[in-house]
């Protein structure tokens, strides 16, 4: 069954700590994106990867990093120097990072931080 | 920057009434992309429009890109409790990346 994934469904931290987020897709994209939603607003990226070891900087990078060390995978921190961390991170990939290619979704991750 | 602009950001309406959501960006675009995220859900994509004027259907869904493909349009005929949820547009950068609206929430009552 071909998708993305990511886990956990729910993860809660301490402030001050760092924290990964785990994305994983079997749909051999060259493509990964990691966004971030706030209630009530669109999608804001934070960071893409075209292509395996290679990523660049979304709209709102401050306070994350990421790696591509496989084709499958790219997993995201939130780091302490993120400022305001609770949201819902949904990670996608494409085909390739083409602009007419669909993107597809992972579940996401509703990240708390208290 | 290039932005996209969605409304309304939200319409309740009674089931069986129409619904529509306007789709607007500050410069012209290659195609746009329309998604939809069901409540708790993550988006699905649903369509692309590429060319001037084009008018694509799924079922009680009407797609509309603009004559000068800087807007676009989601309407839905007859609403379903089904059709709850977040309707977000998308245009490509001038980068390539997706640019998403702030997305319009739709709510049906039975």
């Known amino acids: 069954d071909g998708g993305i994934t990511q886990s956990p469904k729910y993860l809660f931290r301490k402030e001050g700590q760092n924290v990964t987020l785990s994305c994983e897709q079997n749909l051999n994209h060259d493509a990964m994106y990691w966004y971030r939603q706030d209630p009530g607003q669109g999608l804001r990226l934070i960071y893409y990867?075209?292509?395996?070891?290679?990523?660049q900087k979304g709209d709102i990078a401050e306070g994350y990093s990421v790696s591509r060390e496989k084709k499958e995978s790219f997993p995201l921190t939130v780091t302490s120097a993120q400022k305001n961390p609770t949201a819902f991170y949904l990670c996608?990939?494409?085909?390739?990072?083409?602009?007419?290619?669909?993107?597809?979704f992972g579940p996401g991750t509703r990240l708390t931080v208290l | 920057g290039q932005q996209v602009m969605q409304i309304p950001q939200y319409q309740h309406v009674q089931e069986g009434e129409d619904f529509t959501t306007y789709c607007n960006s500050s410069?012209?675009?290659?195609?746009i992309q329309w998604y939809k995220q069901r409540p708790g859900g993550h988006p699905v994509f649903l369509i692309q429009l590429v060319k001037s004027g084009e008018v694509k259907k799924q079922k009680r869904l009407t797609f509309q890109f603009g004559e000068a493909k800087k807007n676009s349009s989601l309407h839905i005929t007859a609403t379903q409790t089904t059709d709850v949820g977040t309707y977000f547009c998308a245009g490509p950068s001038n980068t390539g990346k997706l640019i998403f609206g702030q997305g319009t929430t739709l709510q049906v009552k039975p």
């Open positions: 410069t012209t675009l290659s195609n």
């Open positions: 990867s075209q292509i395996v070891n290679d990523f």
């Open positions: 996608a990939s494409s085909l390739n990072s083409g602009s007419y290619n669909e993107q597809f």
